[in-house]
């Protein structure tokens, strides 16, 4: 086993053994396993069979159920009510009441056809891959986006919703992705008579568009919907209206959180489930920072859900993204902090006065390398997925670990074997991490590795 052991910043006073060996066996119980081997799984208070692609862990499940969206004084509470209170504003009925309804405590747990199938997500598409999301099995997973529940909603026959919690996705570890994160979706739908209240001589629809879906389960690939201008069913006027009034919204929303002066701009871009789509960025700190993305929903996906004579926008927002810039939050593991050093310094007593956060302490890093053979026939992205190996350490180490890179990969001229080199980087955020501490988790993800790729530690 190669253990490379940097640490930097101040030197490390020794913890008691007692407390090393308590935190090795703590961190023990949480090692990471193949797949579950048990023909089924509880989530969320329901059960559901395994089967080969089963591939979420505890430690992703110990995280149902947080909400920290809705946590009182949370910073991640304080830019949702943000939001829902621009929109609250923003639209509002003929008697003044608010136009928009809030979905903020949905099930996570939602089937392929909702999460993709629903939103016209290619079959093909790397987002649907085992090594991007948590699967609960082939038919069920934990939403890797907020934008799963849009169907269901529409369907329900609202017109005018945001849906508010925590998604789940595969990714690598470092101080800007987590395995769970935040995002706010909306949809805001009109009929004929509500975009043209003022030139009625005026349609949503091409007269040459027949209205009907040949196959309603039918998706078409994504090089069919790069054209900006509009889709093939829309006219042009329609489009031109529901995107001026769309960017109208979102730029106010986003000059009530960033300040009126606020520097932006309009990107084109491409989403599956709108045509055309555009992404949002703004000016901040000499660079340029996207914070949102939105567009005119597919017709397709409104005529799944029973929806015929109306069109409308939809756009998606990460409240994490947005809490670090407003809040100056360098690590996305401190919204998972329980410390009141964290906590105490954020209040939804005053919504507007958004406070810088303020370290609690600097404390170093440890820096560890860990290199293995792959069994034969196996290298990375073909039978061995990094995102797999991120995971793994997120069960064995939880938070403690910063941040995780491939640094190298190695195929030896002779036996035709890759090698890979991992590097590690612990640092918690409430104390200092130990040299002996952090070696026991480290040899601990080295056997967890063994155990569950069959590698061989170099």
């Known amino acids: 086993m190669l253990l490379t052991l940097r640490v930097q910043g101040t030197r490390l006073c020794p913890r008691p053994a007692s407390a090393t060996r308590s935190l090795a066996s703590s961190v023990a119980a949480e090692k990471s396993s193949p797949p579950p081997t048990q023909p089924q799984l509880e989530v969320n208070g329901s059960t559901y069979a395994t089967d080969s692609w089963t591939n979420v862990t505890p430690k992703i499940l110990s995280y149902l159920g947080a909400n920290k969206h809705l946590q009182t004084d949370h910073p991640l509470s304080i830019i949702r009510q943000r939001i829902v209170n621009y929109f609250y504003a923003a639209y509002r009925n003929q008697r003044g009441n608010p136009l928009f309804s809030v979905y903020d ?28 999301c948590y699967y609960v099995n082939q038919q069920h997973l934990l939403r890797a986006h907020t934008t799963a529940h849009q169907v269901e909603l529409i369907s329900g026959g609202l017109d005018n919703f945001l849906v508010v919690g925590e998604v789940y996705r595969r990714d690598e570890i470092d101080s800007t992705h987590y395995p769970v994160f935040h995002q706010a979706d909306a949809v805001r739908l ?27 389960k039918r998706i078409l690939p994504s090089s069919k919907f790069m054209d900006q201008t509009k889709q093939p069913c829309h006219t042009l ?37 709108t045509q055309p789509s555009w992404e949002l ?16 929903m597919r017709h397709e996906i409104l005529q799944r859900a029973g929806v015929h004579q109306s069109m409308g926008y939809a756009f998606g927002v990460g409240l994490e993204r947005l809490a670090m810039v407003l809040f100056d939050i360098p690590d996305i593991r401190l919204f998972w902090s329980n410390d009141s050093g964290f906590l105490s310094q954020f209040s939804e007593k005053d919504l507007l006065n958004l406070p810088k956060y303020k370290p609690i302490s600097h404390y170093p890093q440890c820096t560890n390398d860990l290199s293995f ?11 061995f997925s990094p995102n797999d190996f991120y995971d793994l350490v997120r069960s064995v180490a939880g938070d403690m670990v910063e941040q995780i890179s491939l640094v190298d990969r190695f195929k030896h001229p002779k036996t035709g074997k890759w090698s890979v080199c991992f590097r590690i980087v612990y640092r918690h955020m409430e104390r200092t991490l130990t040299q002996a501490e952090v070696n026991e988790v480290h040899k601990l993800i080295a056997s967890a590795s063994v155990d569950s790729f069959n590698v061989q530690i170099r």
């Open 105 to 132: 405590k949905l099930n996570p747990v939602v089937t392929v056809q909702q999460n993709f199938d629903n939103l016209l997500i290619p079959g093909d598409h790397v987002s649907r891959q085992k090594s991007d």
């Open 190 to 216: 009109v009929t004929k008579d509500k975009l043209f209240e003022r030139n009625p001589g005026l349609e949503l629809f091409e007269e040459t568009w027949s209205g009907q879906l040949a196959d309603p």
């Open 237 to 273: 006027e329609a489009v031109k209206l529901m995107e001026h009034e769309m960017k109208h919204v979102l730029v106010g929303l986003t000059k009530d959180l960033f300040g009126p002066r606020i520097k932006y701009r309009w990107v084109d871009t491409y989403f599956p489930f």
């Open 281 to 296: 960025e703004i000016y901040f700190k000499d660079n340029w920072l996207e914070v949102l993305g939105c567009g005119i």
């Open 373 to 383: 053979w792959l069994p034969e026939d196996v290298q990375v992205d073909a039978g």
